[in-house]
């Protein structure tokens, strides 16, 4: 199993990816699993509430396994994206998610941050999106942060690439993270006191205002994805250009 999950005394469950030798990155298997575990939340009344996280302090999530292979048909107007179900408005799950960010987030753990209803963040926390750095389009990933952030700020952060992080005090600012918790202390404890208020309030009433709230955005949301996979296909480079930048990759960015 790649993601652990545990309900908590409260209705709070805690989801946990756990690659950590990998940077909590998604394969195939990790992306099946969270499927199942938003669809699994729907039917299960005992749970309010649910913090999401990825297990040791290094990552968060740096999206897509960079091993992992996904044939893609040779039609322009399609594309298979194995991350477009991993989150929990995907899976029509409504009961409120908090992320709590430990070290890296990148590329496609925006998939999950989008879903989230709001984000606490460990100081060291970094927030970065290498796409076009290695050739690659960033629709989706800059679409949900757009819900998020302001415009420039998403524009920034995904034509930077590799070169710039967001630190987690730069990202509160901006409006993406909501909480950030000093050095030493534990984003998931803070995300855990959040989510514990929200699940001692009546479940029907906090799952209509998420869905209210989502709804405020759904429409623009909506419309910007479905211009995502087209944009990938026009623009992504040859998975083995893509390789060949990913190898070629030189450490050094700043933070900002």
Request: glycine residues 8%.
């Amino acid at each position: 199993m790649t993601v652990r999950m545990e309900v908590r005394d409260g209705g709070v469950a805690v989801v946990t990816l756990d690659r950590p030798e990998r940077h909590n990155a998604i394969d195939l298997e990790t992306a099946a699993e969270l499927t199942a575990v938003w669809r699994g939340f729907r039917m299960d009344d005992s749970v309010r509430a649910v913090v999401l996280t990825g297990a040791g302090d290094q990552a968060f999530c740096t999206g897509l396994d960079r091993a992992v292979r996904v044939p893609q048909p040779s039609s322009p107007y399609s594309v298979d994206d194995p991350l477009v179900s991993i989150g929990p408005k995907a899976n029509d799950l409504w009961k409120p998610v908090v992320a709590a960010v430990g070290g890296m987030a990148c590329g496609g753990a925006f998939y999950l941050l989008g879903e989230a209803e709001f984000i606490v963040a460990a100081e060291h926390a970094t927030f970065f999106d290498p796409h076009t750095s290695y050739g690659m389009v960033s629709a989706y990933e800059a679409v949900y942060m757009a819900q998020r952030m302001p415009v420039g700020e998403v524009a920034r952060m995904a034509l930077m690439g590799t070169a710039e992080r967001l630190t987690a005090r730069r990202a509160h600012e901006i409006g993406l993270v909501s909480e950030v918790t000093p050095a030493g202390a534990d984003p998931v404890a803070a995300a855990l006191r959040a989510a514990a208020v929200i699940a001692s309030y009546p479940s029907a009433a906090v799952q209509g205002t998420v869905r209210a709230v989502w709804a405020a955005k759904e429409a623009a949301l909506t419309q910007a994805l479905a211009h995502a996979p087209q944009l990938v296909v026009l623009g992504n480079l040859p998975p083995e250009r893509q390789a060949g930048l990913f190898a070629a990759r030189t450490p050094g960015f700043r933070t900002r």
